[in-house]
Nanobody, 124 residues
Framework: QVQLVESGGGLVQAGGSLRLSCAAS????????MGWFRQAPGKERYLVAA????????YLADSVKGRFTISRDNVKSTVYLQMNSLSAEDTAVYHC?????????????????WGQGTQVTVSS
């Protein structure tokens, strides 16, 4: 079992930055990869960023490359999503998720534990 709690969302002006955090508990944190997904109203949930167990491999969706960074701290059992140069198109609920394996995973079905989500709203 893995429990995930996100924090750091909020309202920000276009061009601003936010850092999301996801604190994990339960199974050994370094035994699984992590991902950040987002879901806007009326749209499907999709992967924004992923990271393997060590942090040595990462994935970023094309829409966020150059603006977002994913990282993890295995001592603190926390994964982060640093979001810069935010635009209205980034408005969504952001969920962190724990992967089934320790590797880099990029499919929704590769994740079996999910956080409740944190709202990010970017005003233009």
């Amino acid at each position: 079992q893995v429990q995930l709690v996100e924090s750091g969302g909020g309202l920000v002006q276009a061009g601003g930055s936010l850092r999301l955090s996801c604190a994990a508990s339960g199974r050994t944190f370094s035994s699984y990869g992590m991902g950040w997904f987002r879901q806007a109203p009326g749209k499907e949930r999709y992967l924004v960023a992923a990271i393997n167990w060590s942090g040595g491999s990462t994935y970023l969706a094309d829409s966020v490359k150059g603006r977002f960074t994913i990282s993890r701290d295995n001592v603190k059992s926390t994964v982060y999503l640093q979001m810069n140069s935010l635009s209205a198109e980034d408005t969504a609920v952001y969920h962190c998720a724990a992967g089934i394996t320790a590797g880099l995973q990029i499919g929704v079905r590769d994740y079996n534990y999910w956080g409740q989500g944190t709202q990010v709203t970017v005003s233009s």
